[in-house]
């Protein structure tokens, strides 16, 4: 028995705390709180999803960006750089490759990046969803038109991942330049929700600027919008940009933040993110058992990985998918879980 459990099972039931509630959560550095919070979201996750994790297929295909974000290792003022774009062929070779060792849903993935137009990337959605019936295709390209988001849809692709970063205003400036804002950010995500999509959002936790009043909006945000996916992990500084002697977010309290996220939204789709292993040799794992129920493993090309350069010290640049699989096949196993070949849809009911 818990000294936590009755606020614990207020969460679980409401999906939500007041304020001052959920701030403790937050912030408190309890070890047996948080293991009472751990063992809770665990529970509830094995509910609805068992012991399965659902891998998604990483294709990172293009570094060139016209944003110039603050925290952003591929912002358009870093001349250092190297960048580079996949063709089609480059693409669909990836997804080919991926199909064969079991991913069911491939991520495209890029800065926000011109060249590839929106008939190309109509054609490409549909190409893959012709190789790959069984599979969901899930776009990160960034803030479009709706129109733009609208032929995207009919191509053929499922999901899109748009996280709104902070859902602090004043924040939202901090990390931005002024030619972004979030209002601009949060019109994306309900043209997304209205065209159908199954949309993921998510939020840095440890972002230069960050208040705990952040992170209570931030949860505000997400429970209103009810996003099928929440990406959530700390943030790590790039080397070339102006938040580069930053301080890196902090693990323990992103773990906390995914078992809240857990508890508010029992049926989300949540990664274990790579930024979490990035910090934390064991970040993932303690992800999942925090729980997180998605993993992404990288599909690149190893020649282009370490150009994709959000933050510093990206792990899993040099491996082959092949590796990565059996890796990630290995240390969940040895938590219990199971990697599955499933695309892992969003199951609201």
């Known amino acids: 028995m818990s000294p936590f459990d009755g606020l614990l099972d207020q969460l679980e039931q409401n999906k939500t705390l007041p304020d001052p509630e959920m701030a403790f959560l937050i912030c408190s550095d309890q070890p047996d709180l948080a293991e009472s919070l751990f063992t809770r979201a665990r ?3 094995s509910q609805h999803f068992g012991r399965r994790i659902f891998p998604r297929g990483l294709i990172e295909f293009t570094n060139y960006c016209r944003n110039d974000c603050y925290y952003c290792g591929i912002r358009r003022s870093n001349r250092r750089a190297e960048r580079y774009r996949l063709t089609k062929d480059e693409i669909l070779s990836c997804c080919d490759q991926g199909h064969r060792l079991g991913f069911r849903t491939f991520v495209l993935q890029g800065g926000e990046d011109p060249f590839y137009s929106t008939t190309f990337l109509s054609d490409l959605v549909r190409s893959i969803k012709g190789n790959y019936p069984d599979c969901a295709v899930t776009l990160s390209i ?3 038109e709706f129109e733009e988001y609208r032929r995207l849809r009919e191509a053929g692709a499922d999901r899109y991942l748009l996280r709104h970063e902070t859902a602090d205003a004043f924040h939202y400036r901090e990390l931005h330049p ?3 804002t979030a209002a601009n950010r949060l019109r994306c995500l309900n043209d997304l929700k209205t065209l159908g999509f199954q949309v993921g959002s998510g939020f ?3 972002s230069p600027g960050q208040t705990t009043a952040c992170l209570l909006k931030d949860l505000h945000l997400l429970k209103e919008l009810e996003p099928q996916m929440i990406g959530i992990g700390p943030f790590i500084p790039h ?7 930053e301080k890196p977010g902090c693990v323990d309290r992103t773990l906390r933040l995914i078992a809240i996220l ?3 939204m029992p049926r989300a789709l949540i990664p274990a993110t790579t930024a979490l292993g990035t910090l934390d040799p064991q970040g993932r794992e303690k992800g999942i058992l925090a729980g997180a129920n998605v993993v992404m493993p990288n599909l690149s090309p190893v020649d282009v990985r370490k150009k994709y350069a959000l933050y510093d010290h990206k792990i899993c640049t040099g491996e082959e998918a ?3 699989w059996q890796c990630l096949q290995t240390r969940l196993n040895g938590i219990g879980y199971e990697l599955v070949v499933d695309r892992g849809d969003y199951n609201p009911a």
């Open 322 to 324: 092949a590796e990565c």
């Open 178 to 180: 002024a030619v972004q």
């Open 239 to 245: 080397q070339d940009t102006p938040f580069a002697d």
């Open 43 to 45: 529970r509830v996750a």
């Open 262 to 264: 857990r508890l508010m």
């Open 204 to 206: 840095m936790v440890g």
């Open 142 to 144: 960034g803030e479009k």
